[in-house]
């Protein structure tokens, strides 16, 4: 699985955002490309979710960098795990899944 390319959290850190700019980018980043930033699902206008890649819960803040799309589903699963931790849970899951498949069906599973 080939991970996103997540932004440079190295970069100075903005003022946090406010309620209305965060609504704003959440618009925007949807317009710009309404994929989940973790599935790649196709984003409904009203259900999707900003994720922290970096969580609170582990000191990220409310910044745009550190802000992306994605589907309820992925938000909730990744609850207040490291955006590396919870995609390679995710990788794992799926290799389950695959075998799982080819194991019911005979033949290997196509990616």
Not at 31 to 48: F, I, S, T, V, W
Request: charged share 30%.
């Amino acid at each position: 699985m080939e991970l996103p390319i997540l932004h440079d959290l190295s970069t100075p850190i903005p003022e946090e955002l406010n309620r209305v700019q965060r609504r704003q980018l959440r618009l925007l980043l949807w317009r710009e490309d309404p994929r989940c930033r973790y599935c790649n699902r196709k984003l409904g206008y009203k259900h999707y979710t900003l994720d922290h890649l970096k969580p609170i819960s582990l000191g990220g803040r409310h910044v745009e960098s550190n802000l992306v799309l994605c589907c309820e589903l992925c938000n909730r699963a990744k609850a207040g795990q490291s955006t590396e931790t919870f995609l390679k849970r995710l990788e794992m899951a799926l290799s389950t899944v695959r075998r799982l498949i080819e194991a019911d069906a005979g033949f290997p599973a196509t990616n």
